[in-house]
């Protein structure tokens, strides 16, 4: 399982999400650096954890429709890998994107199943993970998706997505566990060679086993990085 740190970016700054409401999010603070500039934190938490893949969340995109895709740009010049949710709606969106990028395509923003179809049959499986998003349990979906979140991932799947994050934003920076374990639990039964990602209130290194046994391939992280909860040595477990 790999630790993936998350850059959220709102107004060209690194915020700290907090259970996913976004009209409260202030710029980082951080242990590793006094900047909220998102080079600047890239770099730091590279210099102290070794990490050089980021998952990023333009928010900016996701809400307004406006990208931070020069902060891309310069993470990329950089040298970093990027997973990128950058609220794609539609295919022409997703081809508008460097093609450096893996491409988050977000349950909150995709137009419909049909779409996402698109998606993956254009962009390729290989490139292309779907955000089960979620708050409190409840997917934010259009009517055009599955009212539960495993009907939802059963049907992703059926679409040809091979990679799969599941993200409930109720859990994130609330140092509460990611709340999706049984879900979790279940689709790496179902589906033993989807690549499985999630995300959501890691609070330290004993979150960090408990999710490799769930059979994760990645998980996401940001609060117990700049907090520190978790250490270098912690990290460097989950390479």
């Not at 046994?213 to 250490?231: F, P």
Request: hydrophobic share 45%.
């Amino acid at each position: 399982m790999r630790v993936l740190p998350v850059l959220d970016l709102l107004s060209g700054q690194v915020v700290r999400g907090v259970a996913g409401q976004r009209e409260t999010y202030r710029p980082i603070v951080s242990r590793w650096t006094t900047s909220a500039e998102p080079l600047a934190v890239a770099q730091a938490l590279r210099d102290a954890y070794g990490l050089t893949c980021f998952y990023v969340a333009d928010l900016d995109a996701i809400l307004r429709r406006q990208s931070n895709i020069a902060a891309v740009g310069s993470l990329l010049a950089d040298g970093f890998s990027l997973y990128v949710d950058a609220g794609i709606r539609t295919l022409d969106d997703a081809l508008q994107l460097p093609l450096q990028l893996e491409l988050v395509i977000g349950l909150e923003t995709i137009v419909g199943p049909d779409e996402l179809q698109r998606l993956s049959e254009s962009v390729g499986s290989n490139r292309l993970i779907f955000s089960l998003d979620l708050k409190a349990g409840v997917p934010l979906a259009r009517e055009a998706w599955p009212s539960s979140p495993r009907a939802i991932a059963d049907l992703a799947v059926a679409l040809g997505v091979r990679r799969l994050l599941i993200l409930d934003l109720a859990k994130v920076g609330v140092g509460e566990g990611l709340g999706t374990d049984d879900l979790c639990r279940d689709l790496r039964r179902a589906s033993p060679n989807l690549e499985l990602l999630a995300g959501g209130g890691v609070r330290g290194a004993d979150d960090l086993t408990h999710l490799e046994s769930l059979g994760l391939d990645a998980v996401l992280v940001a609060s117990a990085l700049h907090d520190g909860r978790l250490t270098p040595e912690d990290v460097a477990r989950f390479r």
